[in-house]
């Protein structure tokens, strides 16, 4: 969980230009190979918002705008998630919203979890819905 929060801290803190400082993840085994499969079929521009680049660079990391919107693959389970918990499934990819922090969603799969942050002013459920298609490209190829 301190990932996650310095995530949001680095977030509100990016400026309008350079790399955006994103603390990438390190995923192991099957979880990074998910990962490394993911990242090229992650879209350049998401809600109206280009891709741009995270600092340190990691095949793990996507940001869109001045951190606006973050990805971070192959992190791990969330802490305040518990087993009783009810994912909500958007186009076939369950997604755990964080009770202590609106902004902050992770796609939860018996292969990899995938950590997105969304800024204010962005529609979530847009956003999701729209990592969904490629994060369940990954996930149904590796548990099916």
Request: proline fraction near 8%.
């Amino acid at each position: 969980m301190r990932a996650a929060a310095v995530l949001l801290v680095l977030l509100a803190l990016a400026g309008c230009g350079g790399a955006v400082q994103v603390e990438p993840p390190a995923p192991q085994g099957a979880a990074a190979a998910a990962c490394t499969e993911l990242a090229p079929l992650l879209p350049q521009t998401l809600d109206g918002v280009k891709r741009t680049a995270s600092s340190p660079e990691s095949p793990y990391v996507a940001v869109w705008g001045a951190g606006m919107m973050a990805l971070r693959c192959g992190v791990g389970r969330p802490v305040r998630m518990a087993p009783t918990d009810r994912l909500q499934e958007i186009n076939g990819v369950g997604w755990f919203a964080d009770p202590d922090r609106s902004t902050l969603f992770t796609a939860v799969s018996d292969v990899v979890y995938v950590e997105v942050t969304i800024a204010a002013g962005h529609n979530a459920a847009e956003v999701l819905a729209e990592l969904s298609g490629p994060i369940g490209k990954i996930t149904s190829a590796k548990s099916g």
